[in-house]
């Protein structure tokens, strides 16, 4: 069930639309109930279908057509890096073979301790500052050179 904060969020996001139209604030309301639980399980995708009035299928849609969605529990912090082409080009690739080779881990796997879960995106709509990563679906971080990822990822260990 939906927490009542979550509901009063998401309510905010429907009032944003025309009142037949509330499917609209389905992206937001995903985003919402994600940072609530960390993830959406079919449960959760299933509640906000209910609370907007939607198919269950046109949400699960939805959280599975964006990578920001986690459709499993990640960890604590879950670093996407920007392989697209333009990306890949300026560093990206390098950036993301380093990652895999510090942490020990491959795309879509999670460091043994919970910690961090490392994810390949897609355009991240920063390609001038390649190599592009996210944190959390909240930080992004530009020009990360070996250096910078080293520092992130102390910071991540703290």
């Not at 992206?27 to 009035?53: C, F, H, K, P, T």
């Not at 960890?75 to 890949?88: E, F, I, M, Q, S």
């Not at 990563?133 to 260990?157: F, G």
């Amino acid at each position: 069930m939906l927490s009542e904060q979550a509901q009063r969020r998401i309510d905010r996001e429907i009032a944003k639309y025309p009142a037949d139209q509330k499917q609209s604030a389905v992206m937001a309301a995903l985003a919402i109930v994600q940072d609530e639980r960390g993830w959406l399980s079919n449960e959760s995708i299933e509640e906000v279908a209910q609370y907007l009035e939607m198919p269950p299928i046109a949400v699960f849609e939805v959280a599975t057509f964006y990578n920001m969605y986690n459709l499993s529990p990640t960890g604590k912090y879950k670093v996407t890096v920007c392989t697209n082409l333009p990306c890949a080009l300026s560093g990206g690739q390098h950036a993301a073979e380093y990652i895999k080779q510090k942490l020990g881990i491959d795309f879509n796997e999670t460091t043994p301790d919970g910690r961090i879960t490392l994810k390949e995106g897609e355009c991240m709509g920063a390609c001038g500052d390649a190599p592009v990563l996210l944190v959390n679906n909240k930080r992004m971080c530009s020009w990360m050179t070996t250096e910078k990822i080293d520092q992130l990822l102390s910071e991540l260990d703290k």
